[in-house]
């Protein structure tokens, strides 16, 4: 099974695989400062606590291993301060991957996700057999929207879904970047 970079460097911000309970005291606390702000839309938010988050680390490195989820801490000028993930669920056919993404509030309105999805996009179509890559939030979430639209994503479908967080619609927007709409773009020809 093919993995992403272990790390991915960008400047200021660096991308880098958890590093198990060595990272539980800086996660858990990003957590606890950010849940106001992802509880809305996130449905794990409601069970954390720092055992799931421990739980969370201590499973990082067998989904890791098994391709399942490539979750990397989002380090920004040394410090985490937030999650992005190149994930596969059951459902997803074997050429699509989805990435998601969560910043603490004090890391937002900087580019922080837009430039961390762009580099899992780079990763995620340097693994073979990987044709599209998707983006999944609520139609209500406007900034979580915002950064598929940024990098090219096109509205690839609305769906029904369980409300799960406190804000959800029973809706979720699907948006996809096929292999070939980000060669295009990398190329510069739209
Ligand atoms: C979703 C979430 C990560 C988006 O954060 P964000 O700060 O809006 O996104 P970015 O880090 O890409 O920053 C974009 C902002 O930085 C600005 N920006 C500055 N430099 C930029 C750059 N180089 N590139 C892109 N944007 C830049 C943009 O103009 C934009 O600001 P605006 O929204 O005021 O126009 C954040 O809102 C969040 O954590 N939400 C809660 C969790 C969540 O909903 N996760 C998604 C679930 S599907």
């Known amino acids: 099974m093919e ?6 460097s ?18 858990f606390q990003v957590i ?13 938010v409601a069970e954390h606590s720092r055992a799931t988050t421990a739980d969370f680390l201590a499973r990082h ?10 979750s990397y801490a989002v380090v920004l000028d040394g410090a985490i301060v937030g999650v992005c993930s190149l994930f596969r669920r059951e459902e997803t056919p074997d050429g699509g991957r989805e990435i998601g993404y969560w910043l603490h ?16 996009v780079a990763a995620a179509f340097r693994l073979p057999g990987v044709d599209h ?6 139609p209500a979430n406007r900034a979580s929207g915002a950064v ?39 190329r510069g020809d739209g």
């Open 148 to 186: 598929p639209a940024r990098l090219g994503f096109t509205e690839h479908l609305r769906r029904p879904a369980e409300r799960l967080a406190p804000a959800e619609t029973g809706e979720e927007q699907v948006w996809r970047l096929t292999r070939r709409q980000a060669e295009r773009t990398a």
């Open 133 to 138: 890559v998707e983006v999944v939030h609520d």
């Open 61 to 70: 490195a067998e989904r890791w291993a098994d391709g399942a989820d490539f």
């Open 10 to 27: 960008l400047d200021d911000l660096v991308l880098r695989r958890f590093d198990g309970e060595a990272d539980l005291p800086e996660l």
């Open 105 to 120: 509030p004090a890391a937002t309105g900087r580019g922080v996700a837009t430039r961390a999805v762009r580099a899992l």
């Open 32 to 44: 606890e400062e950010s849940l106001e702000h992802l509880r809305p839309w996130m449905p794990w």
């Open 3 to 8: 993995s992403p970079p272990p790390a991915i």
